[in-house]
C-alpha cells in the first residue's frame, strides 16, 4: 500500500501540541516551577528547641500563612508569566495568546495546552499536600517516645527509636515538645 508521509505528518502536526518550541520551552518552566513547589512544605517539620502547644499552633499557623501566599501570589503568577512572556510573539494561529473568539479559542492548540498546565498544576498541588501530610506526621512522630515506661509519679522513663547515626545526636538533645500533665 501506498504510504503518505504527508498526510500523515500533517495529520500529526494537527493532532500534537508539540510543533512549535515554544511549547516545549514553555512546559519545561512550567515542570520547573512545578518541582520548586514540591520542595516545600506546608508545615514546619524541624523544631530549633522544647515548646508549648500554643507556640507550636502559632509556628504552624505563620508556616501555612506562608506558604499559601507563595503559592497564590508567586507560584501561580509566575506560571501565568511563563505562558505569556512564552507566547507573546506568536500572531494568529494555534497558540495565539490574543484570541477573543470562544469558537477559535475551543478549536486552538492553546486550550489544550493551558488544560495541559492546568493537570500539572493539579498533579503538584495533590503530590505537594501529601508530601507536606507525610513530612508532618514523620516530624511529628520523630519527637514521639518509642516507649514510656512509668515508675512512679516522678520517674518517667522514654525510649525513642531510631536510627544509630541519629541516636547519638538524640540522647544529647532536650525533648522538642513540651506538655504539660494535670493530677487531679
Same mark, same amino acid.
Given at each position: #500500500?501506498?504510504?503518505?508521509?504527508?498526510?500523515?505528518?500533517?495529520g500529526?502536526?494537527?493532532?500534537?501540541?508539540?510543533?512549535?518550541?515554544?511549547?516545549?520551552?514553555?512546559?519545561?518552566?512550567?515542570?520547573? %516551577?512545578c518541582?520548586?513547589?514540591? @520542595?516545600?512544605?506546608v508545615?514546619?517539620?524541624?523544631?530549633?528547641? %522544647?515548646?508549648?502547644?500554643?507556640?507550636?499552633k502559632?509556628?504552624?499557623q505563620?508556616?501555612?500563612?506562608?506558604?499559601?501566599?507563595?503559592?497564590?501570589?508567586?507560584?501561580?503568577?509566575?506560571?501565568?508569566?511563563?505562558?505569556?512572556?512564552?507566547?507573546?510573539?506568536?500572531?494568529?494561529?494555534?497558540?495565539?495568546?490574543?484570541?477573543?473568539?470562544?469558537?477559535?479559542?475551543?478549536?486552538?492548540?492553546?486550550?489544550k495546552?493551558?488544560?495541559?498546565?492546568?493537570?500539572?498544576?493539579?498533579?503538584?498541588?495533590?503530590?505537594? @499536600?501529601l508530601d507536606?501530610?507525610?513530612?508532618?506526621?514523620?516530624g511529628?512522630?520523630?519527637?514521639?517516645? %518509642? @516507649?514510656v515506661?512509668?515508675?512512679?509519679?516522678?520517674?518517667?522513663?522514654?525510649?525513642?527509636?531510631?536510627?544509630?547515626? %541519629?541516636?547519638?545526636?538524640?540522647a544529647?538533645?532536650? #525533648?522538642?515538645?513540651?506538655?504539660?500533665?494535670?493530677?487531679?
Amino acid at each position: #500500500p501506498e504510504y503518505s508521509f504527508t498526510h500523515t505528518f500533517s495529520g500529526f502536526c494537527f493532532a500534537s501540541l508539540y510543533i512549535k518550541s515554544e511549547v516545549v520551552s514553555t512546559l519545561c518552566s512550567v515542570a520547573e %516551577a512545578c518541582l520548586w513547589l514540591l @520542595a516545600q512544605c506546608v508545615y514546619t517539620t524541624k523544631y530549633q528547641k %522544647a515548646m508549648k502547644l500554643e507556640q507550636f499552633k502559632q509556628i504552624q499557623q505563620t508556616t501555612i500563612k506562608q506558604i499559601s501566599h507563595k503559592v497564590r501570589d508567586n507560584w501561580v503568577v509566575n506560571l501565568q508569566k511563563i505562558v505569556l512572556e512564552s507566547f507573546k510573539n506568536v500572531g494568529k494561529g494555534w497558540f495565539s495568546v490574543q484570541e477573543t473568539n470562544p469558537d477559535t479559542y475551543r478549536q486552538g492548540k492553546m486550550k489544550k495546552l493551558l488544560s495541559v498546565i492546568r493537570f500539572m498544576m493539579q498533579d503538584t498541588m495533590r503530590y505537594f @499536600a501529601l508530601d507536606s501530610v507525610a513530612q508532618y506526621c514523620e516530624g511529628v512522630e520523630a519527637q514521639c517516645p %518509642a @516507649a514510656v515506661q512509668v515508675r512512679g509519679l516522678l520517674d518517667v522513663k522514654s525510649s525513642f527509636a531510631m536510627p544509630e547515626v %541519629a541516636a547519638a545526636e538524640a540522647a544529647a538533645s532536650p #525533648p522538642r515538645l513540651l506538655h504539660q500533665a494535670a493530677v487531679a
